[in-house]
């Protein structure tokens, strides 16, 4: 059994699309529980991944890969976790701010954060501030996470924040910015929750903001 989440944590880790596959539903006919294969298997990868980034074993590129392949995997298992009781690490409102298209850091962010077990809903680029309300009113999110690329579009943080304020909506949910140009005293001058330089931080801050 531990033999073959051995193997999807090491595909995982490499990147590797079609081993995930083979190893993820070697573990389904295997008839371990999903809970364990998503837990000992993928976040736990996922978990190595963001500390070899740290330690400068890994770059981006390696992250992006190795995550999409744990999202490559996610794809099969998640009608089968849908069948379990499992625990959703908290709900996260992602998107890059109003006049920037970039989604690079974003996207890797957001599968971070997924392989780490948090229900994403990806807003994509150029996101007014009218949108993060809207979407935040209807699923009522634990985070939401901004990112900007650009020193012109960092000032629609601060729009959003103040919008969030004005819906009501600020006291219920943490906010996290990051992104090249935004620093932690830009952060903490717009008065939001949370900043990372990067989506293996971002994964550590999410997790400590809500206590998980």
Do not use: W
């Amino acid at each position: 059994m531990e033999e073959v989440l051995k193997k999807l944590f090491d595909a995982i880790l490499e990147g590797d699309f079609e081993d995930v596959k083979t190893n993820l539903q070697a573990a389904l006919n295997a008839k371990l529980d999903p809970i364990v294969i998503l837990n000992d298997g993928m976040i736990a990868a996922m978990r190595e991944v963001g500390c070899r980034f740290e330690e400068g074993e890994y770059y981006v590129p390696e992250m992006l890969i190795a995550a999409r392949a744990m999202q490559s995997g996610m794809a099969i298992l998640k009608p089968h976790l849908q069948q379990t009781d499992r625990k959703s690490s908290g709900k996260v409102v992602i998107g890059t701010v109003k006049g920037d298209l970039h989604d690079i850091g974003k996207n890797l962010v957001a599968l971070m954060l997924e392989g780490a077990g948090f229900e994403i809903i990806d807003l994509g680029v150029d996101v007014p501030a009218e949108e993060f309300v809207k979407v935040a009113t209807n699923v009522k999110p634990d985070i939401i996470a901004m990112s900007a690329l650009l020193t012109t579009t960092m000032p629609s943080m601060k729009t959003t924040l103040d919008a969030l304020t004005a819906a009501g909506l600020r006291n219920n949910i943490k906010v996290i910015v990051g992104g090249a140009p935004v620093t932690e005293a830009y952060a903490q001058q717009i008065e939001a929750d949370g900043f990372s330089t990067d989506a293996s931080r971002a994964v550590n801050m999410a997790k400590s903001l809500l206590g998980v």
